[in-house]
């Protein structure tokens, strides 16, 4: 293994970690206000709840997208296009060691989920 996809790996098993103890930190939190909430609008808890609740989305699509990268590097394929197959550029891998895509198809992927967006 190549020391750059290393340091990738290692630093996505770090990030990995963070997320599932902030995920656990959340559900634990999540399971404790579950009785508190008051289902009046307006409830502060409620909101809290909400926020925290998206949050939880957010960290699991996120160890998801960790998760995916570290079985591409298991099986030989990191920083390569998953769309055109072509080199993810080492600059991108660097700040962002998930991805999955190239610079162009991960434009053309946002162009066309922006599209399908618009057309609903």
Do not use: F, W
Not at 31 to 55: A, I
Not at 79 to 100: N, S, Y
């Amino acid at each position: 293994m190549e020391a750059s996809t290393e340091r990738e790996r290692l630093a996505l098993e770090r990030e990995r970690q963070e997320i599932l103890e902030e995920l656990e930190h959340l559900q634990q939190i999540l399971r404790e206000s579950e009785v508190k909430v008051d289902l009046e609008e307006g409830d502060p808890d409620l909101h809290e709840r909400e926020k925290n609740m998206s949050l939880v989305q957010t960290l699991e699509a996120r160890l998801q997208s960790i998760e995916r990268a570290l079985r591409a590097i298991e099986l030989g394929v990191y920083g390569i296009c998953e769309r055109c197959g072509q080199r993810i550029d080492p600059e991108r891998l660097e700040a962002k060691p998930d991805a999955t895509l190239c610079l162009a198809c991960q434009r053309e992927a946002e162009r066309l989920a922006r599209r399908g967006l618009q057309k609903e």
